[in-house]
């Protein structure tokens, strides 16, 4: 196992390399450095950080096969996700209403976590089915059953002329 930490050279952090086993992480970024004229100037900025033509950020979920105003430049998989959640403070929570918000939100969250790690951007063909709802209000109990998934693609945006 080695690690190595950023360089830092005028400014600059340019690189470092992180091995665990057979696992290796590379990465590389830049940061803020005045230039000779007083003006701040940036290093250049690595693939997983480029910002796309029309500063697009986040990641995109549609139920559509396509993204309006992008192209699919590539296809990266299908994920298909079933999430289970309980709860014994249903009223400390809003209520049955709020934990099955609650609930959702946290799902779309690791939806759109799971695309940003298989190096997409959207998420096309979005279903969110099944969603089960189970409830004890005297016992201020919930639980919740829910599938969910897609088409995971990388999209390329441009601005319009």
Do not use: W
């Not at 430049?73 to 709860?87: A, T």
């Not at 946290?106 to 279903?127: C, D, K, P, Q, W």
Request: hydrophobic share 40%.
């Amino acid at each position: 196992m080695s690690l190595v930490f950023p360089k830092q050279t005028d400014g600059t952090l340019e690189c470092g390399t992180i091995e665990c086993g057979t696992i290796v992480l590379q990465f590389s970024f830049g940061i803020h450095s005045p230039g000779a004229d007083g003006a701040a100037a940036v290093a250049a900025r690595p693939s997983f950080l480029s910002i796309p033509p029309n500063d697009r950020y986040g990641v995109d979920i549609t139920p559509l096969s396509y993204i309006p105003g992008g192209k699919i430049e590539k296809y990266l998989g299908n994920l298909n996700f079933f999430f289970i959640r309980e709860s014994t403070a249903v009223k400390e929570n809003g209520g049955i209403s709020g934990f099955v918000h609650s609930f959702i939100t946290e799902v779309l969250s690791v939806i759109r976590a799971h695309v940003t790690a298989l190096g997409g951007n959207a998420m096309t063909a979005f279903y969110m089915t099944e969603l089960i709802l189970v409830d004890n209000l005297h016992k201020n109990q919930g639980q919740c059953l829910m599938s969910a998934g897609g088409d995971v693609v990388f999209v390329s945006y441009y601005k319009d002329d």
